[in-house]
């Protein structure tokens, strides 16, 4: 059976912008619903339900936006992706939009590939939530269903926790599976990436292929920050302790990144006069833990900034910190800053902090340390970690 078409509907008051979303829309396969005015998507929404909404933010009868907080408030509407159509001048209404409900936005005058790739991103988004919302409640009536069961067969305490530990246990050995298989393409991307950069002449190409290897170093550092997590969390991470540098490990780290430091201007500047000579610990998960924690501090500073990397002995710890002059944490990154995955930065078309943050502090909690991080007064972040000096 073939499957509907999308049905998007268009509320756009002028015949030329409204004529050309409908040519180009109905040609990619989309069912279209043209509406010239509030009135008229009104209309239209009292017999049916569309899969996206394209809204003028500036309409003859009344505001987009207040259209749109009205809309989302009624049950069948809510989860139904709108995306803002706004002249160039109304950015500052783009902020607003995110807040009465929007999805998205479309600056006029759009690139058809633009609009054509953001409807087809919402359009997914909206597939998959409904496809997870029906997997809830299937999982919801499940879950009950199994309780029921539990309830009628009096199963003891012990034999429902084995059961949630079997599944915790397949979850765990999942992860580690999928992070194996990502590894092994892209060990071979990898490779054949270095191989073109050195064979390569046409400098176009060159940088083509600078795009691919950086993305799949990307990917294989999220896939190794999976893989430790997972392994941290499992309790079964072997740690190796051995006198380590805490010096050495940061000339290390500013070398992995000195391209990254150059790409953006920043001084990377070291103070490990007062550090220990040595401290007992896994210099692998030190190491790891401070790339993460650089990598961050070079992505928020600004063009030209300054990085400051200091460790000092306070007692019998070492305490390392990094200082950046970039806009600091927020209060409400702040509450999601240990969480798996967060979108802190998604209306600033930035990336956010991902796995880093999480990873470091369940590093520093499995070498008896702690992660520690802080606004500093005249600007930027700064982020300690505490190690003990003798493991």
Known sequence: MEAA?????????SPVNREALNALLSECGYDITLAQDLAQADAVLAGQCPDLVLLDVGLPDGSGLEWCLRTKAR????????VFLTAMGEKKEIAKGFEVGGSDY????????ELLARISTQLELRRKTQKLAALNRELEWQVQNRTRELEDKNRDLRALNDKINSLDKAKNDFLLLVNHEIRTPLNGILGFSAILRQRLQDEKLRGYVEVIDKSAQRLLRFSESVSLVTRLRMDNYKKQFSPTSLHALAQEAALAF???????QLVLVNDFEKAPQQVMTDRNL?????????????RHSPQGGTLRLACVSLGGA?????ADEGPGFTEKARLHLFEMFHTEDILKHQSGLGMGLLTAKLIMEALAGQLRLENQAHGGAK?????PIEG
Do not use: M, W, Y
């Open 5 to 13: 078409k999308p049905h998007i509907l268009i509320v756009e008051d």
């Open 106 to 113: 479309i600056i006029k005058p759009f690139s058809s590939t």
């Open 318 to 322: 070492a305490v390392l910190s990094l």
């Open 286 to 298: 030190v190491a790891k833990c401070l790339g993460i924690l650089l990598e961050n501090a070079i």
């Open 75 to 82: 049950d069948l509407l809510k989860d139904v992706p709108v």
């Open 383 to 387: 982020v300690e970690l505490e190690l």
């Open 258 to 264: 000195r391209d990254s430091l150059q790409e953006k």
